[in-house]
């Protein structure tokens, strides 16, 4: 066996920092998640850099916050030139693997600098390994793997596939083909990223009956007309009615689908016991942003409010005690803290991020969503967050979670000092115009309420349309 560290990065998407059990959610079931939180530092003000799934992705792969990557959105543009953290590993010796969505827009089923991705992407594509296996299974006619978008996005689903042949059990599938054969003479880098519980939450059956009774209501402020700048016009509760009881089932739902990524984790960490690996593996679990999940009114992302902006971050190093840290944290810290442990160079001193087992802490933590004219900037420390929205020219400070009102005071020390900060922040962005942020974040307005029809997949619909007898037509 090597004797240099092996490193296992558990990623979701979209998952909130309140829905593990053991860091106050007394109603969701993560027994997996709770045993790793115990052995763990666990992070409670990590902060995404982005709260959208592209940015994010690339601000961790590239130890960069959006400004100075280039990349602030899911279009994909981006100003780095470097070849990301993960490619140190390799070239370091690491024997490194990625199984999952990854997102990387530039080249999205490259190998992004592991020796061997096995890709599931969200829609179907020849390219995308999980669509082959799905073709070459007794389920090929399921098209929508990941749950119904478009008109269904944010409507509670059961997924068309069982457990053995569902996505998120996919990915702990391979990611165990891949410790049950790894070198034992090479350190390993495994990267397991799930796509739950992003939208639509399509669990499996029976998982989806985990949570059945009516779920606890989503937080409102005692001024929702306050916050109305943070909410997406394309998933407010209202535009979309979605009901008291409809919002209960997508709560539900939501929840079961990190449970059954829970027991994927669990599977996984006991691959590596088995193996001998585990007390030789450094474990890090995180999530690109959160989810609005009907707080404030809405659903989805692209917001700075806490429960879109704020995600769980654990993480475990051999030998290492269990802590509560409040420092504040971001993705842009993972590839940083990781080389540094592995004691691999690359990067020292371009990176925005932190090495999280030193004596370094960031006082203040930087998020951006779109640039220019439409940008929305945060700058949160432990204990509070300033944000501003360029369109409306206006600043909003909190130091409550999650936030009651705007504190914004111009005479206030503390909020200088974060707005000096931040506009010194949004002078060094680098992003493209090119993607400033809209209202739908889509090029015209869908004739759908719940978001854009082209989220539908594009590469199958010749073999949609061949399942339909003639005499009807199917509406692509």
């Known amino acids: 066996m090597s004797n240099q560290p092996n490193f296992l990065v558990l990623f979701t998407d979209q998952q909130r920092y309140d829905t593990i059990h053991a860091l106050g959610c007394g109603r969701i079931q993560t027994p997996n998640l709770d045993a790793l939180a115990a052995s763990s530092m666990v992070f409670d003000r990590c902060y995404t850099p982005a709260p959208v799934c592209v940015p994010a992705r690339f601000s961790m792969f590239s130890g960069l916050y959006c400004a100075h990557s280039g990349c602030c959105n899911n279009n994909g543009a981006s100003r780095y030139t470097g070849e990301g953290f993960y490619h140190a590993f390799t070239q370091a010796g690491y024997s490194t693997c990625c199984v999952g969505k990854m997102h990387h827009a530039k080249d999205l089923y490259g190998a992004m600098g ?180 009907g707080d404030f009114g809405t659903m989805g992302k692209r917001s700075m409010l806490d429960a879109a902006a704020r995600i769980p971050l654990l993480l475990r190093v051999p030998g290492g005690e269990a802590q509560l840290r409040h420092d504040v944290c971001s993705l842009v810290d993972i590839a940083p803290t990781l080389l540094r442990y592995a004691d691999i160079s690359g990067g020292e001193g371009a990176f925005d991020g932190v090495d999280l087992l030193s004596s370094q802490h960031h006082d203040v933590v930087f998020s951006q969503y779109g640039t220019g004219k439409t940008g929305a900037y945060m700058a949160a420390s432990s204990y509070d967050r300033l944000i501003y929205m360029v369109a409306a020219d206006q600043f909003f400070y909190f130091d409550t979670i999650p936030e009651d009102t705007n504190k914004y005071d111009e005479a206030s020390p503390r909020v200088r000092e974060l707005k000096k900060r931040l506009l010194d922040y949004i002078a060094g962005d680098r992003c493209d115009p090119g993607q400033a942020a809209t209202a739908d974040d889509v090029s015209g307005i869908s004739r759908f309420p719940y978001g854009p029809k082209r989220a539908d997949h594009l590469m199958r619909q010749a073999e949609e349309r061949a399942r339909i007898p003639a005499g009807y037509t199917i509406d692509l």
């Open 114 to 293: 592991f020796e061997r991705r096995f890709t599931q992407e969200e829609l179907s594509h020849p390219q995308d390994d999980y669509t082959r296996f799905l073709m070459d299974s007794p389920y090929r006619n399921v098209f929508d793997y990941n749950g119904q978008r478009s008109e269904m996005y944010y409507i509670p689903q059961v997924s068309q596939l069982p457990i053995e042949y569902h996505p998120t059990q996919w990915v702990a599938d391979r990611s165990l083909d891949f410790l049950e054969s790894v070198p034992e003479d090479r350190p390993f880098f495994l990267m397991s990223s799930f796509i739950h519980p992003h939208p639509p939450f399509a669990p499996p059956a029976p998982w989806n009956k985990l949570y059945r009774t009516v779920s606890e209501d989503p937080y409102v402020p005692e001024d929702p007309e306050e916050f109305a700048l943070f909410l997406s016009d394309r998933f407010t509760c209202e535009k979309i009615g979605i009901s008291r009881q409809d919002l209960s089932l997508l709560r539900s739902s939501y929840y079961a689908c990190v449970s059954f990524v829970d027991y994927q984790v669990g599977r996984i960490i006991d691959a590596l016991k088995r193996r001998g690996l585990y007390d030789n593996t450094v474990i890090v679990f995180s999530s690109d942003h959160g989810e609005m999940l």
